[in-house]
């Protein structure tokens, strides 16, 4: 049976940002080196194949870059861009670097694809439109959250569709509590926490309109958990990671920078998801 792919409406819109992203994707985190192209280095000729054997080693049967100073990537550029484009071309490249920041998750009879939104490009594409969030299947249909939840068969109620605001100090509290579970991606991540507590949060008057945008994002890229936690749980994390959105956002003024370190924190951690949904379940 062939998997019929969905993606988010701005999907096809994106394209990397390069030497003009503030935020490397090429530094901070282990480059896994899928076998294909571990075979394909190792056959590769001249000195870049000699450049490239040396700069890659294999830890518990995964090849991966040998990274450098703040986690660099070897072949990343001063100015951002990529050596090995540069001397060769993209088909160099391995898959994690080829695909990222896209996933593909199987849901039922579906792929749900999209871009993760460590990324700030996709920051940018899921905030450069305020309308609410819409989808798209390969064969050209278009259709709501509601229909694509109706597709799974899941019951979606019109308050689940969106973001629910009016989020109270003793909300912010525990959406603080769940997020200080969770295993820390750096000291940056445990200072803001760390400040967040000592805020006084005040409700304030009105939430972006983004933000209901941002939520159902969230609740998309949540559905492969659906299975194994159960759709109230689903529903309870996107839900709280919005919230988690919006404090922070409360703090910095800054929401596409608030949306992106949440995502290195948590939609990047496969551990620190189901922290979250452990403790929402």
């Given at each position: 049976?062939?998997?019929?792919?969905?993606?988010?409406?701005?999907?096809?819109?994106?394209?990397?940002?390069?030497?003009s992203?503030?935020?490397?994707?090429?530094?901070?985190?282990?480059?896994?080196?899928?076998?294909?192209?571990?075979?394909?280095?190792?056959q590769?000729g001249?000195?870049?194949?000699?450049?490239?054997?040396?700069?890659?080693?294999?830890v518990e049967?995964?090849?991966q870059?040998?990274?450098?100073?703040?986690d660099?990537?070897p072949?990343?550029c001063?100015?951002?861009?990529?050596?090995?484009?540069?001397r060769?071309?993209?088909?160099?490249?391995?898959?994690i670097?080829?695909?990222h920041?896209?996933f593909?998750?199987?849901?039922?009879?579906?792929?749900?694809?999209?871009?993760g939104?460590?990324?700030?490009?996709?920051?940018e594409?899921?905030l450069?439109?305020?309308?609410?969030?819409?989808?798209?299947?390969e064969?050209?249909?278009?259709?709501?959250?509601?229909?694509?939840?109706q597709?799974?068969?899941?019951?979606?109620?019109e308050?689940?569709?969106?973001?629910?605001?009016?989020l109270?100090?003793?909300?912010?509290?525990?959406?603080?509590?769940c997020?200080?579970?969770?295993?820390p991606?750096?000291?940056?991540?445990?200072?803001?926490?760390k400040?967040?507590?000592s805020?006084?949060?005040?409700?304030e008057?009105?939430?972006?309109?983004?933000?209901?945008?941002?939520?159902?994002?969230?609740?998309?890229?949540?559905?492969?958990?659906?299975?194994?936690?159960?759709?109230?749980?689903?529903?309870?994390?996107?839900?709280?990671?919005?919230?988690?959105?919006?404090?922070?956002?409360?703090?910095?003024?800054q929401?596409g920078?608030s949306?992106?370190?949440?995502?290195?924190?948590?939609?990047?951690?496969?551990?620190?998801?189901?922290?979250?949904?452990?403790l929402?379940?």
């Open positions: 049976m062939s998997l019929v792919m969905i993606y988010p409406d701005f999907y096809q819109d994106f394209c990397c940002k390069a030497d992203c503030q935020h490397t994707c090429c530094a901070g985190w282990e480059i896994d080196i899928d076998e294909a192209t571990a075979a394909k280095y190792q590769l001249g000195p870049l194949g000699e450049s490239v054997r040396q700069n890659i080693m294999e049967g995964v090849w870059f040998r990274l450098g100073a703040g660099r990537c072949f990343l001063k100015d951002g861009l990529c050596e090995l484009i540069r060769a071309d993209e088909s160099l490249l391995c898959d670097c080829t695909n920041p896209r593909f998750v199987t849901v039922g009879e579906y792929e749900l694809a999209g871009v939104l460590s990324c700030e490009k996709s920051c594409l899921l450069a439109d305020t309308a609410p969030l819409s989808f798209r299947t064969k050209g249909e278009d259709m709501t959250l509601e229909e694509l939840l597709r799974l068969s899941l019951p979606a109620g308050e689940d569709l969106c973001y629910q605001t009016g109270t100090p003793d909300d912010a509290a525990f959406v603080l509590d997020m200080e579970r969770t295993e991606i750096d000291a940056a991540w445990t200072a803001q926490l400040q967040l507590r805020e006084k949060f005040v409700p008057g009105g939430v972006p309109q983004a933000f209901d945008r941002i939520y159902q994002y969230i609740l998309y890229r949540a559905l492969e958990y659906m299975p194994q936690y159960g759709w109230g749980t689903v529903l309870a994390y996107g839900q709280l990671n919005a919230d988690f959105i919006y404090l922070a956002y409360q703090l910095s003024g929401l920078e949306i992106r370190r949440w995502s290195e924190q948590i939609e990047y951690s496969t551990e620190n998801v189901k922290i979250l949904m452990g929402l379940a």
